[in-house]
Every structure is written in structure tokens, then in C-alpha cells.
């Protein structure tokens, strides 16, 4: 039963996870679309390039880690897969070492590269997933690699209410989008919030630590958080 309870959790994450890594890759709907250079613009809005690790680091630096921590500063996702994900870290979006001219590799979203950011973020939403299981600490421990981090008082607050859901829910999850991916995609939080609290949402029905773990997922592997704009 255990085992099939993983599956049909798994396969709820990877049907999200398949659906964000489409978005990433088209234009949005109903709007001109041209194309400047290697960047595809919609509506003046350049959309299409990964961020890399970099930014990404310091998107969850600053916005989900206690800022008083020494791990909040040596924090690199790259390394919560595994040292086999963490020697294709190029592939992630980084800039090239020890050369002449200074390059940023990894950019532009491709098959292999977005399964390469699905295999970290599914870490580092595994690793969130385990706060439900310890709501009184705030340390995320990732077993594969990385160590640890230290989540802020303001967002361990938020994720131990994700993990009971209880009461007002949109405004929960509200809270939750908007601590971790931003107040700039009001229709992508509303998308967000219908998965996990309509009425019947089979997300919504999961275990604590399954539920919190999808919903990392999606909000990471969303466009608004994963690329640049």
C-alpha cells in the first residue's frame, strides 16, 4: 500500500512538474511574440532563459533562509542531488571558469537541462517536505548532498501551515506562493492555489509531507520563479 501510495504521489509531481517544463519553452498564450537575439520577447517581457544557479541561490537566500545563519551563505542547490548532478552543475545555468571570455552556459531551456532542474528541485522539495515531520525546527537537511540550511523564522512559519492546511487554505497557500515566488504572477498563484484547495483537489487530499513536497515543486518549476523575465 505504501508503495502505491509513493507512485501515485510521484506521478501527480511529474505530471506537474512535465506541465511547468512546457510552459517554460512557449510563448504565452494570447500574446505577440517576436524574436531579439536568443531571447524570445512577449509583450515587451523577455521570457525563455534560465536563471541558472546563481540567481536561484540568492532568490532562495534572500527569501526563504535566516539571514543570520553561516549555511544561509554557503547554500548552493546545485549540491542537493548528489555529487552526479552537481558535476553536470553547467547544465543548470552558470557562467564558464577559467577562460578568456566569460560565458553563461545552460540557459536556454532543453529537455535534458529541465531534468536536470527537476531532479534538483525534487530534492530541495524533499528536503522542505521534511519539515511537516519536525515543525519545531527550522533546519532542512538534504541526505544526498548540500548539508543543510536554516529557514527564517517569517517563511518556517508559513511552510509548518502548509503542512497542516488548515483553515482559511487559499490564504494559506497565498501566503506560501507569495513568500517563495513573488507577488508578479497573480494568475499563476491562482492556478496554484485551485491544485491544492478546490474543492476534490487530489494534491490537497495527500499526506503533510507528499503535499508540502508537490507544492515546492510546482512553485519552483514554475516559470516565474526558474526563469529570467
Same mark, same amino acid.
Given at each position: 500500500?505504501? &508503495? +502505491?501510495?509513493?507512485?501515485?504521489?510521484?506521478?501527480? #509531481?511529474? &505530471? @506537474?512538474?512535465?506541465?511547468?517544463?512546457?510552459?517554460?519553452?512557449?510563448?504565452?498564450?494570447?500574446?505577440?511574440?517576436?524574436?531579439? @537575439?536568443?531571447?524570445? +520577447?512577449?509583450? $515587451?517581457?523577455?521570457?525563455?532563459?534560465?536563471? $541558472?544557479? !546563481?540567481?536561484?541561490?540568492?532568490?532562495?537566500?534572500?527569501?526563504? *533562509?535566516? +539571514?543570520?545563519? +553561516?549555511?544561509?551563505?554557503? /547554500?548552493?542547490?546545485?549540491?542537493? %542531488?548528489?555529487?552526479?548532478?552537481?558535476?553536470?552543475?553547467?547544465?543548470?545555468?552558470?557562467?564558464? =571558469?577559467?577562460?578568456?571570455?566569460?560565458?553563461?552556459?545552460?540557459? =536556454?531551456?532543453?529537455?535534458?537541462?529541465?531534468?536536470?532542474?527537476?531532479? #534538483?528541485?525534487?530534492? /530541495?522539495? =524533499?528536503?522542505?517536505?521534511?519539515?511537516?515531520?519536525?515543525?519545531?525546527?527550522?533546519?532542512? &537537511?538534504?541526505?544526498?548532498?548540500?548539508?543543510?540550511?536554516?529557514?527564517?523564522?517569517?517563511?518556517?512559519?508559513? *511552510?509548518?501551515?502548509?503542512?497542516?492546511?488548515? @483553515?482559511?487554505?487559499?490564504?494559506?497557500?497565498?501566503?506560501?506562493?507569495? !513568500? &517563495?515566488?513573488?507577488?508578479?504572477?497573480?494568475?499563476?498563484?491562482?492556478?496554484?492555489?485551485?491544485?491544492? %484547495?478546490?474543492?476534490?483537489?487530489?494534491?490537497? !487530499?495527500?499526506?503533510?509531507?507528499?503535499?508540502?513536497?508537490?507544492?515546492?515543486?510546482?512553485?519552483?518549476?514554475?516559470?516565474?520563479?526558474?526563469?529570467?523575465?
Amino acid at each position: 500500500m505504501a &508503495t +502505491q501510495l509513493k507512485i501515485k504521489h510521484m506521478k501527480y #509531481v511529474l &505530471t @506537474g512538474a512535465a506541465i511547468a517544463a512546457a510552459l517554460m519553452v512557449l510563448p504565452n498564450c494570447g500574446k505577440t511574440a517576436t524574436e531579439e @537575439g536568443s531571447e524570445l +520577447q512577449a509583450n $515587451g517581457v523577455a521570457v525563455g532563459d534560465v536563471r $541558472g544557479t !546563481a540567481l536561484v541561490n540568492k532568490t532562495i537566500r534572500t527569501r526563504l *533562509l535566516d +539571514q543570520s545563519a +553561516q549555511s544561509t551563505f554557503t /547554500f548552493e542547490i546545485e549540491r542537493v %542531488a548528489g555529487n552526479e548532478i552537481y558535476n553536470m552543475r553547467r547544465l543548470l545555468g552558470q557562467f564558464s =571558469e577559467g577562460t578568456a571570455h566569460t560565458e553563461f552556459h545552460g540557459g =536556454e531551456p532543453n529537455p535534458f537541462g529541465l531534468l536536470l532542474w527537476h531532479q #534538483v528541485l525534487s530534492r /530541495f522539495a =524533499e528536503g522542505l517536505g521534511r519539515v511537516c515531520d519536525t515543525p519545531d525546527s527550522p533546519t532542512v &537537511t538534504f541526505p544526498l548532498g548540500g548539508g543543510s540550511m536554516q529557514l527564517s523564522a517569517s517563511y518556517h512559519a508559513k *511552510l509548518k501551515d502548509a503542512c497542516k492546511l488548515e @483553515g482559511d487554505k487559499k490564504a494559506v497557500l497565498s501566503k506560501l506562493w507569495r !513568500a &517563495t515566488v513573488g507577488f508578479g504572477a497573480p494568475a499563476e498563484e491562482a492556478a496554484f492555489i485551485d491544485l491544492f %484547495a478546490a474543492d476534490g483537489a487530489e494534491l490537497g !487530499a495527500l499526506a503533510p509531507k507528499a503535499r508540502v513536497e508537490a507544492m515546492i515543486l510546482a512553485m519552483a518549476m514554475n516559470p516565474h520563479f526558474l526563469l529570467e523575465k
